[in-house]
Nanobody
Framework: VQLQASGGGLVQAGGSLRLSCKAP???????????FSWYRQAPGKERELVGS??????????KYADSMQGRITISSDNSRKTVQLQMTSLRPGDTGVYFCSADRDGQRSWGQGTQVTVSS
């Protein structure tokens, strides 16, 4: 599974970013069968879950990690085979590499990650 993450960059504290995770080689029906998650990894720290969105069959249910609850929105555009992570009120502590993953039948695939840097 090929995943392409994009949208990262440098932003001031309080700013917003919208990350995208695209699965360009998937047909839509296959895309709809995957659960997708966003993770982040700060320098020197372990990768942590930011939020997830379930497959279409599971109702595209969304869950958010407590660390970013209220400041993020995860959505999917199934026709474009894209999952997005909208982040607002960003803080320096949100700095890190953000990864998307695709899960199905116990198998997980990772995208390459996109760097988010929040300056104070």
């Amino acid at each position: 599974v090929q995943l392409q993450a994009s949208g990262g960059g440098l932003v001031q504290a309080g700013g917003s970013l919208r990350l995208s995770c695209k699965a360009p080689r998937m047909i839509t029906s296959v895309f709809n069968g995957y659960d997708f998650s966003w993770y982040r990894q700060a320098p020197g720290k372990e990768r942590e879950l930011v939020g997830s969105i379930s497959s279409v069959a599971s109702g595209r249910r969304i869950k958010y990690a407590d660390s970013m609850q209220g400041r993020i929105t995860i959505s999917s555009d199934n026709s474009r085979k894209t999952v997005q992570l909208q982040m607002t009120s960003l803080r320096p502590g949100d700095t890190g590499v953000y990864f998307c993953s695709a899960d199905r039948d116990g198998q997980r695939s990772w995208g390459q990650g996109t760097q988010v840097t929040v300056s104070s």
